[in-house]
């Protein structure tokens, strides 16, 4: 299996439930992340274990769109969202701790190959950091833009 996996965490001055609001806001997503350009709901009611939606960002100058599914909620503490492109497995958790100050949100992203050929475990290998970094900086963007509608400046 090759892949990588980033942790990074923020510090908001705002309850869990105002942050959870913001984070599951599918509706509002695109005017929240500033890095995604579009979101499509591809199902009804609330946000929920089975919750699907496609997703439009730019990455390294293009704009790819990701199918993404919510596969584990407890709300407002915690909540992961899966998608597979290409043979990748991507999964992102979001965990929201209170704080005497509001919460802290922590963000883990992973992305993983299960059978990947010597060809792509070398890719793995070479652009692994290259990847990490770009995706700390990605990930830390979207964390300030969800404390920054939370706490009410967005």
Do not use: C
């Not at 992203?109 to 793995?124: E, K």
């Amino acid at each position: 299996m090759s892949g990588h996996e980033v942790r990074i965490e923020r510090d908001v001055a705002a309850a869990p439930q105002e942050v959870w609001r913001v984070l599951t806001d599918l509706d509002h997503a695109a005017e929240t992340l500033s890095g995604v350009s579009a979101v499509e709901v591809l199902t009804e009611g609330p946000y929920a274990v089975g919750t699907r939606w496609r997703e439009t960002r730019k990455m390294f100058g293009k704009e790819a769109t990701e199918e993404m599914q919510v596969t584990a909620v407890e709300a407002p503490a915690r909540t992961t969202v899966e998608a597979d492109s290409a043979g990748v497995r991507y999964v992102t958790d979001f965990a929201l701790t209170p704080t005497a100050d509001g919460t802290r949100l922590a963000m883990t992203f992973s992305a993983r190959q299960p059978n990947p050929s010597t060809v792509q475990r070398l890719t793995w290998a070479v652009f692994g950091r290259l990847g990490i970094k770009a995706t700390s900086k990605v990930m830390a963007r979207d964390l300030e833009d969800i404390a920054r509608r939370a706490e009410g400046a967005g």
